[in-house]
């Protein structure tokens, strides 16, 4: 059975779980060479956000391949994302709840800078 991630349904993703699966996205943008990928732990700056995993493709068809593995295997765990509007060739956005995944090409990371907005929030 395949879930889609709310804040008060399925899995209880909040902190230890939340952390596990920021650990899992990072390992698995990884296995398909995603470039500087960052986590953030928005908790202390944020009341309505969790956590951030961000990371950068070289190439469109790179976003794309990121985006399809990161899915296709959290969905074979039983994670499915939220339904995200506005999705872009240079941003991708995948929302599992509590932890939500920015992947970009290295134009849109540098033009956004998510982690420059976030500064304040702590890496881990």
Do not use: C
């Not at 779980?17 to 928005?42: H, M, P, S, T, Y």
């Not at 969790?50 to 990121?66: E, G, I, K, R, W």
């Not at 907005?117 to 702590?122: K, L």
Request: cysteine-free.
């Amino acid at each position: 059975m395949v879930k889609t991630l709310g804040q008060h349904e399925g899995l209880d993703l909040r902190k230890q779980g939340a952390v596990e699966l920021v650990a899992r996205i990072k390992d698995l943008l990884g296995e398909k060479k995603a470039e500087n990928v960052v986590a953030l732990d928005l908790r202390a700056v944020s009341e309505s956000l969790d956590y951030f995993v961000l990371a950068s493709a070289t190439s469109t068809p790179h976003l794309q391949a990121l985006e399809r593995h990161v899915q296709e295997k959290l969905e074979e765990e039983g994670l499915r994302p939220r339904p995200t509007e506005g999705q872009s060739p240079r941003w991708v956005v995948l929302d599992y709840g509590e932890v939500v995944v920015h992947l970009m090409t290295p134009e849109a990371r540098e033009y956004y800078d998510l982690e420059g907005f976030w500064a304040d929030a702590e890496r881990i």
